[in-house]
């Protein structure tokens, strides 16, 4: 069984490649050219590429070969993206199409040509990262350019489901409220921390969902909130 993981070398994207190799998986995990974030994963079937997601041509190209190479790709989860604070206020035009491109150009660019070979499978599971703010603007006070930008996950993820339907391919949104990392915690000193998600326990969720016990769910969002 093959995957792909988008932001591998982040902490979402690190719980989710151990957790498919505990589970003896082919992992493939794209990072960005020139990351040196440290990745102690020694598994042999842990194969790290660097992709430019925000380059469509040269993320087209990359996964092309990739899914020659493997043949077939059974699960993505797709974790890279951004974050930005800022009112309506403060927050430019430039400011949205940045987090435009960190948001949704690097889901999409993934996100459009796996989802066309699992179309050609018939079978398939995309995850995709969305937020709490897109799932709802009312919430995206204080994060414009972020929560805008975020909703068109939701959006995308409704017109795959659309587009296979009468497959067995499945486009899921992952909601987390705040993530439990080592940099959220330095800039929300003073938080309850208990009440976060947690990255493994995310993993552990999302891997569940790629189980023949979840064969039967369409279209889910799974709203990852922990006590938040």
Known sequence: MNIIVTGASGN?????????????????????PGDKTPMDIMDK?????????????????????????????????????GFAMGDIEKTHSRDILQ??????????????PI?????????????????RPGSNMTMSKGMTAYGLTKSLIFRLAELMNAEAKGTDVVTTVVVPSIIDTPT?????????????MDPKQMAEVIQFYTTP???????????MYNKA
């Not at 979402?12 to 960005?32: D, N």
């Not at 959220?184 to 976060?196: P, V, Y």
């Open 12 to 32: 979402l994207g690190q719980a989710v490649v151990r957790q498919f190799l505990t589970a003896g998986w082919t992992v493939i995990g794209l990072v960005m």
């Open 45 to 81: 079937k842990f194969v790290k590429v660097e992709v430019d997601l925000a380059d469509e041509m040269h993320t087209s190209l990359a996964l092309g070969r990739i899914i020659k190479k493997r043949g077939t790709i059974d699960v993505a989860v797709l974790t890279a993206g």
């Open 99 to 112: 987090q435009y491109k960190l948001n949704f150009e690097t889901t999409y660019h993934a996100a459009r």
């Open 115 to 131: 989802f066309l070979q699992m179309l050609t499978q018939k079978k398939g599971r995309i995850f995709m990262v969305g937020s």
């Open 184 to 196: 959220n915690r330095k800039k929300m000193k003073g938080e309850d921390f208990s009440t976060w």
């Open 213 to 223: 016990a979840a064969d039967g769910l369409r279209e889910p969002v799974l709203k």
